[in-house]
């Protein structure tokens, strides 16, 4: 961004336009305007700008035709843009346009500055700061009280310190990655200081929080490239995945390589904090606000100020808590416990859920709108047995740095019998269960390798090897009678009732399931990828009268 910034206004009301000019000037930015989106592409197309800043509708077409223009010309502008109030469609059409934030109307000039500043790397001005008049140089900004410090930030924002290394983060050399835990140390300190934090312009100079995610199968490539396209807007992100997939770890990728890198990462785990608890954690208090307030506190909102905000299995909110939840992202303002006024926030929000948030909806179990709201973008993170191909690479990665803290020297590697039996393994932890079961493995190991004995899996839990050549079905040949034999001279002669054969054969792969989970209809069911209600129903349909309920 130059030393002089210079921005773009393109509205087709001349009042309104002068409106954002006037405020924008006394920011001492540089301005030119435009009222149509013939006039603001003659005027991109002259020059480059730091920010543009659109309504949504205009004479001649759209906001949105500005936006698709500067992302065809891969142009740099960070793109602002003002819709009509409760056009949330509009915003969200946006968002995924490329616009970097959006405003409703109509525009609160408080807020208008600071998603403005926000987009440029800048503070916006105190109020009675008053610069030389049409100077094009910011003036001096006036000192800020300091933010109360987070008492409590460690243990507030540690909740999700256990998550794995779900991606198994590489450690490149000379990188000391700030943990999760010592986050909010940018968040204690002076609020000016915070925003004062050099810019650091996305995708450049931040490769490796994309090279923390190991492994080059297709999923995986999809998700750096998800990461890098969220990573330039201020657009809600939602992330869905299950339990032990590492959604925490993409979403500090999503911090690193954005704008917002210098300022804090704060992880919430919304399931972790009891209920009567999740106004004050997420909002703050203020000194008397109820029993046991000796002092004021930050909320999560306020120590996130200027950074990333991540709440982890946003699922599990209670519906009394969505709704405030909604308020706080739609003002941008929040009011701690105690407080009369609401105090503005700068926060990019990221969320993650192992639930079918649409179906949580439908049950009435979550918020429609907030749904909405959150679910911008939305990033799939697949689970380990999707991608089996990276199992090697995350496994050695895990497996030296576990080493490293138990002063392990050398690193112990897999031996082939290890790595193929972990392969027929189907992880229903994931990473998470992937690292634990390394783990023991590495303190059970007696020599520089890990073997198939270190490992401990039953062969009950294993899925069939590929590699012994058997026909998927070969151990479970249907009854006499139900397929007709195979020739001698190969290949095995067509079923004469494909409906029976099909039945028999399903039939022995339940039993199987079955047996191998000593009956229990749940777990087998599980194995298969059937619930127990699928299961009920396929063995009533087979006649099989085995097994009891969940155990």
Known sequence: MSADPRLLVVDDEPDLRTLYEMTLLREGFTLDSAGTVEDALERLSARRYDAVITDMRLPDGSGLDILRWLEQQGRSERALVITAYGSAENAVEALKAGAYDYLTKPVDLRQFRMVVASALGRAPKAEGTVPKPFSSAPAPVAPAAPVAPVASAAARTSFNDDEPDAFAPTQPAGLDPLPAREAPAAARAPALERRKAPRTPPLTGSASALDRLVGDSAPMRQVRDLIEKVARSMAPVLLNGESGTGKELVARAIHDVSARRPQPFIAVNCGAIPEQLLEAEFFGYRKGAFTGATEDREGFFQAAQGGTLFLDEIGDLPLAMQSKLLRALQ?????????????????????????????????????????????????????????????????????????????????????????????????????????????????????????????????????????????????????????????????????????????????????????????????????????????????????????????
């Open 331 to 551: 003002e941008r303002s929040v009011r701690p416990v105690g407080a009369v006024a609401e105090m503005p926030v700068n926060v990019r929000l990221l969320s993650a859920t192992h639930k079918d948030l649409a179906a949580e909806v439908g049950a009435g179990r979550f918020r429609q709108d907030l749904y909405y709201r959150l679910n911008v973008i939305q990033i799939r993170v697949p689970p380990l047995r999707e991608r089996m191909e990276d199992l090697a690479p995350i496994s050695a990665r895990i497996l030296q740095r576990i080493a490293a803290d138990a002063g392990v020297s050398p690193v112990p590697a897999l031996t082939g019998a290890a790595l193929a039996t972990l392969s027929r393994y189907s992880f229903p932890g994931n990473v998470r269960e992937l690292e634990n079961l390394l783990h023991r493995a590495l303190a059970l190991s007696s020599g520089e390798g890990i073997d198939l004995a270190d490992l401990g899996l039953p062969d009950s839990v294993l899925g069939p090897d590929d590699a012994a050549g058997e026909p998927p079905f070969a151990a479970m040949a249907p009854a006499s009678g139900a397929a007709p034999s195979a020739e001698a001279n190969g290949g095995a002669a067509l079923p004469t009732d494909l409906a029976k054969y099909l039945d028999e054969v399903e039939k022995q792969i339940l039993l199987r399931a079955l047996e191998q989970h000593r009956y229990n209809r749940t777990a087998a069911g599980a194995s298969l990828g059937l619930s127990l209600r699928q299961m009920r129903y396929r063995m009533a349909r087979l006649e099989i009268s085995v097994g009891g309920d969940e155990a």
